[in-house]
Every structure is written in C-alpha cells, then in structure tokens.
C-alpha cells in the first residue's frame, strides 16, 4: 500500500515538473515574441518601423534588379508647430492617426508591399521615425505611378482634426526613389528620397521624384548656408539704403536698407541669391538680428550729426516666430538710445499668410513698442479685407510689379488705383515703390499718393554714404 502511494506521489511529482518545464519553455516563447512585435514596430503608432522595413526588403532588394520599384517617403509638415500647440502626448496621438489615415488610403492598393494583417486588414506603411513614413510600390513598368500615389495621398491624408475644439491642419511632403535605378541599396534609397523631398520642400511644384543633379545642387546649398552663418559673423554683409520720399516736397520720409552679401568669391550677392534659402533652412533669424542692430546704429548716428530719418528694416514672416525678438529690439533701443518710432519694419503680404495667428500677435507686440508697421509688395498676396483690417500696420506698399508700368497700360492704372483706394478707406497710408518716370509720379499724385520709393528718386547705396547724401539732398530741396 505504501509502496503504492509513493510511486503515485512520484508519478505526480514527475507530472508537475513535466508541465512546470512546459510552462515555462512557453513563456519564453511568448516573452520574445512580445519584444519582437516591439522591435519590429513604432512604439507610438504601432506600424512597421525601419527595422521592420529593411528585413522584408532584404529578399526583394537581393533579386536580380528586373522589376522596378518606387520607395515613396512622406513626411508631416509643421509637425513642430502641433507639437507646440498640443503637447507631446496630443500630437502622438495624431501622428498615430495620420499614420493609420495613410494606411487606409492604401487598402486596395494591391501592389504595394505588405507587412503584414490586422483583422484582416492589410498593413502597407512603415513608420520610419519621428514624422516620417516609408511605402514600397511595385511600379512595374510604369514609374509614373508612383508620383499619381503620392499626389492622391497628398490630397486625400491631410483633412483637419478636431484635438480639444482645435482643427489642426497639416501638409505632407513627399520624396521618391526608384529601385533599381537610383540604388539596389535601401539607405541610400532612402537617402535618395530624403534629397528629393527636401527639394520638393525648397521649390514647390517641382517634382518628387529624386535625379541626379540633387546631390551637386544641394551640397552647394548647404555650403552656401554655412558660409552665410560665417558671413553674418565677420560683416561680409553689406547694407544698402534707398530713401522714401514725400513726393511733392522732395522731403525724404524714411529710408529702407537692403541687405547684400559681399562673397569673396563670388562677389557683390544680390538678395535673390541667398535670401529665400536663409529663410529655408532657419538661417534668416541671425542675419535679421545683424540687420537690425545696424540699422538701429544707424539711426543713431545720424542724430549724432543732427540728421534724421526713420530707417526702415525688411523682416521675414519666419522672424515673427522669434518670441525673443521684442527683447531684442528693446534691448537695441536702450543701447543706442534710439526710439522706437524710428523704427520701420516691413512684412512682405506674400508670406504672411503661412502662419496668420502667431504673426498677427507678434505684429501686435510690435505695434505696442511703438514701431510703424508697414505691409510691402501690396497686392501680391491673398490677404482679405477682414485680415487686413485686423493687422495692426500703418502703411501698405505698393508692389514695384503694379507702379512701374502704370503709365503703360489702363489695367495697371486701375488696379492701382483700386489697391490706393482700398488702403486709405482702411485708414492706411500708401507708398509707391519702383517709381522711375515722372509720367508715373504725377499718376500717383493725381490719384492721392504721396509716399514713393524708386530709381527716379535714387537707386539704393551703400549705407555708409546715407548722412553725406542725405545733408546734400536737403541742401537742394530744403523745407518750405
Ligand atoms: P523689397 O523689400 O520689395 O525691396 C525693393 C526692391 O526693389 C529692392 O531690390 C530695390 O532695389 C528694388 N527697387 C527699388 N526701386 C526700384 C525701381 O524704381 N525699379 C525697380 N525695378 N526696382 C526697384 P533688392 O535690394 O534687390 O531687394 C530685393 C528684396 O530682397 C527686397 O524686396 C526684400 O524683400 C528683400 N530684402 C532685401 N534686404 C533684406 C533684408 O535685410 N532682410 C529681408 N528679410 N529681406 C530683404
Ligand atoms: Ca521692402
Ligand atoms: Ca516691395
């Protein structure tokens, strides 16, 4: 009977060890496949991530290169600005809803890679990081295909979200690289879309898809931009001025001081060359801070030789995101001693629209310190009337495109006359920039223009003429 018991004791005991080993050699299984589903996924949408990219791609990219393929990169724009607005756990959440936005849109698109079913429903993009996402397109043998994609995509992703009463907006840009025709390599695929998106963002309208000359072109940039920033720091930048005239005194109101760079060696740079670029690639905010500082120098100086005259400064709308410009400016006013009134800062209307909320408030502060406000290259942008009437600025500018002909053609003459009209029912003075004929001054004049800025009046030059210009200029239209 004992003996009995104990082999029934032993027999169980051999059964608990038996299942205790099977048991566990099963939670092993499951814990590594626990952390593959967390190696091979983004951890904030939960799709593919790069990893997961590269080891489905191995076995197609090691294919004898007959079939032709498109990785087609999308990334989210402003994705900063969400962030800001919304905070970082928010703005998780919407990349996580981008991400399966675009992943909806390519449900019925069959030849494109999967990576995997959830409930059946097929996963075809692959998060890369941070905002952007990857798709591997089988173009077959037409490569046009992979641009309509991504166009369709651009179209149809971005609707605006509701996030806590806010409808947030956003724009994706995109890159595309063909295999195997610009590499049988998935980095330098990758590397290869990452360029044609960067110049998609830099020219809009231009194509996505990434060639050759890209590499040249943007090495060149980016030296160039790193030479601005050295450029900034050892005064290669130059100023020019150009003075604003009330027309029928030949009084002169104000001037504009227009930035150049002197290059060693490429020259006297006009602003076209580089200006854009700056803006671009965030290089704009040091060189407005050295335009400022000078041209609140300069103000100061001319009173110290009892002349004067309000200088009037460009800024970019992308300056108007700096928070820490009013500290600036204040700061600049104190150390020279110089009003603030002196002071003019023109918007070019083109750009303003980007960003209409936090420029607008930017401009407020500004309007506070008691700078003028002006609105330049009137009539290019799209401002409506209810926005206009909101901006707290004193003068619009007249775009050179309008004045310069307007002697030539009745449609120039009645645009203009209509922009002049709009502004002063705005209770905005006009200036007139790019007069260069007298048939064009007494135009304006006649249609209650007195502000205007041009090479009838003067061409710009260099700024350190400006005080010995100015006490000649006043010599010979002196006042009354
Ligand atoms: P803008 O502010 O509209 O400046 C006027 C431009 O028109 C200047 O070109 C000026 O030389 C030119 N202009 C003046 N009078 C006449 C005229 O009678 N006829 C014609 N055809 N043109 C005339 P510039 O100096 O090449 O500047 C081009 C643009 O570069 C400026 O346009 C402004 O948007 C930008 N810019 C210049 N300096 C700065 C700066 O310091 N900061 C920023 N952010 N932008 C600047
Ligand atoms: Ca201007
Ligand atoms: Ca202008």
Redesign the pocket.
Known sequence: MLQIALLLLLLLTLIYIIKLKRDLRLARRKQPDLQNFYSLHDDISGFPNKYAFQRQLEPILKMAPEQQFALILLKVENFDQINQLLGHSNSNLILAQIAQRINDRLAAESKILTFEYRQLQPVRVCHLGSVDFAIWLDVGSQPARAEFLAKQLQQTVPQPMLVHGCAIDYRLSVGISFYPEHSIQLNELLERAYLALQHYQWQRGASSVFSAEMINYTTEKLALMAELRQAIDTDQLV??V?PQMHMQSRQVLAA?????WRHPQKGLL???AF?ALA?EMGV?YP??QW?LEHAIQTIASLSAQQLTSRIA????SK?LLHDELIDELELLFAKYQVKPQQLML?V?EKTLLAEPVRTMGMMQRLHQLGIELVL??FGTGFSSLAYLRQLPIQYV?V??SFI?DLHKTEAHLAITGAIIDMARNLGLGVIA????GAEVEDRLLRMGCHRA????YS??FDLSGFPAWLRQWQHRHPLG
């Open positions: 100023l020019f150009q504009e001081v227009l930035v150049r006009a602003p076209e200006l803006e704009i060189l407005t335009v400064v460009n800024i970019s300056d023109e070019s330049d290259d500018k775009d050179c310069s920039e790019g007069v260069e800025q041009g090479y009838w061409q710009p």
